[in-house]
């Protein structure tokens, strides 16, 4: 399998349009230890050919320029995009759906809530329904993309879509609103998990001696938008599980057994973004990698 790490960044990107956050002021001055990022996706294939995309990102566009195996090839026009697979209904993984609008055939994966999500969104009716079939996949069961490869979603704690959030939220929630993907092509496998707000026991087992783990990323600290003035949420009412403390990803991967673990899906304001940080080194000595785009992973 080769997979590509088309945007390593969390919503917003990094830089991000509006924002001069510390970490946020190096890229836009050029510092050359921050290097900028697009926004959340893999791309995935057993031939080399034809592609999965694991989430749909708004900079899905240039995503694919930058990326010569996903260019158009054959006569008129063809991609070797053949599917795609979103983990969860926010914009960072669903916009890039308007981006495929233009008369192309491929199949839309996803949990049947996030699905009818797209569904109840009239834009992306944009997309021809006689060439993007779409297909609901159950937790847990298995689906064959065509291309070699099999998805099985599995839920992960978190939550529904910023957009859809009403008063009272249920951040922790398990089902159909946030799942993690086990994308295997018979003889290898990895785990792609871009959003989870807790590492509990049920998500430590099931990721336990993995290959490869592309995880959640987003801020080094819960209260780091709190702390920087930017937001009055924590990471972890935003769905997300902190790098740091005693709950946090590192301490709980720590004894893990997985062999490679990356971090993607990483918010700009998180200080592992610049490379000779105290906590770029924290993640590295514990054994973590910081993606980037760009970076491919053979699996
Ligand atoms: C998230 O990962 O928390 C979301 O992408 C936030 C957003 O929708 O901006
Ligand atoms: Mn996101
Ligand atoms: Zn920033």
């Given at each position: 399998?080769?997979?590509?790490?088309?945007?390593?960044?969390?919503?917003?990107?990094f830089p991000q349009?509006?924002?001069?956050?510390?970490?946020?002021?190096?890229?836009?001055?050029?510092?050359?230890?921050?290097?900028?990022?697009?926004?959340?996706?893999?791309a995935?294939?057993?031939?080399?050919?034809?592609?999965?995309?694991?989430n749909?990102?708004?900079?899905?566009?240039?995503?694919?320029?930058?990326?010569?195996a996903?260019?158009?090839r054959?006569?008129?026009?063809?991609?070797?995009?053949?599917?795609?697979?979103?983990?969860?209904?926010?914009?960072?993984?669903?916009?890039?759906?308007?981006?495929?609008?233009?008369?192309?055939?491929?199949?839309?994966?996803?949990?049947?809530?996030?699905?009818?999500?797209?569904?109840?969104?009239?834009?992306?009716?944009?997309?021809?329904?006689?060439?993007?079939?779409?297909?609901?996949?159950?937790?847990?069961?298995?689906?064959?993309?065509?291309?070699?490869?099999?998805?099985?979603?599995f839920?992960?704690?978190?939550?529904?879509?910023?957009?859809?959030?009403?008063?009272?939220?249920?951040?922790?929630?398990?089902?159909?609103?946030?799942?993690?993907?086990?994308?295997?092509?018979?003889?290898?496998?990895?785990?792609?998990?871009?959003?989870c707000?807790?590492?509990?026991?049920?998500?430590?087992k099931?990721?336990?001696?993995?290959?490869?783990?592309?995880?959640?990323?987003?801020?080094?600290?819960?209260?780091?938008?709190?702390?920087?003035?930017?937001?009055?949420?924590?990471?972890?009412?935003?769905g997300?599980?902190?790098?740091?403390?005693?709950?946090?990803?590192?301490?709980?991967?720590?004894?893990?057994?997985?062999?490679?673990?990356?971090?993607?899906h990483?918010?700009n304001?998180?200080?592992i973004?610049?490379?000779?940080?105290?906590?770029?080194?924290?993640?590295?000595?514990?054994?973590?990698?910081?993606?980037?785009?760009?970076?491919?992973?053979k699996q």
């Amino acid at each position: 399998m080769r997979i590509l790490v088309l945007g390593s960044a969390a919503g917003g990107g990094f830089p991000q349009w509006n924002c001069n956050c510390p970490v946020c002021q190096l890229a836009w001055s050029g510092d050359k230890r921050v290097k900028a990022r697009s926004q959340s996706s893999l791309a995935v294939s057993a031939d080399g050919e034809r592609w999965v995309l694991l989430n749909a990102s708004p900079d899905l566009r240039q995503q694919i320029i930058n990326s010569p195996a996903l260019h158009p090839r054959g006569a008129s026009r063809q991609s070797p995009i053949s599917a795609v697979f979103v983990t969860n209904g926010d914009i960072d993984h669903l916009a890039g759906l308007l981006t495929l609008r233009e008369q192309q055939a491929f199949t839309l994966f996803g949990s049947h809530a996030t699905l009818a999500q797209v569904a109840n969104s009239s834009v992306f009716g944009v997309l021809n329904k006689t060439l993007v079939q779409t297909r609901a996949v159950d937790l847990e069961s298995s689906v064959d993309t065509g291309i070699g490869l099999k998805i099985t979603p599995f839920a992960v704690p978190g939550k529904i879509p910023l957009y859809l959030e009403e008063e009272v939220v249920d951040v922790g929630a398990e089902g159909e609103s946030t799942v993690g993907l086990e994308i295997s092509d018979g003889a290898k496998s990895f785990f792609y998990v871009p959003g989870c707000s807790d590492v509990n026991e049920r998500v430590l087992k099931r990721l336990r001696g993995a290959d490869v783990l592309f995880f959640d990323g987003t801020t080094y600290t819960d209260d780091e938008m709190l702390a920087l003035g930017l937001s009055p949420k924590t990471a972890h009412r935003m769905g997300h599980v902190a790098l740091s403390g005693e709950n946090g990803s590192l301490a709980r991967f720590a004894s893990s057994g997985i062999a490679r673990k990356i971090y993607v899906h990483i918010n700009n304001t998180n200080p592992i973004l610049i490379e000779d940080s105290k906590e770029r080194e924290s993640v590295e000595k514990a054994g973590w990698e910081v993606a980037y785009d760009g970076m491919e992973v053979k699996q």
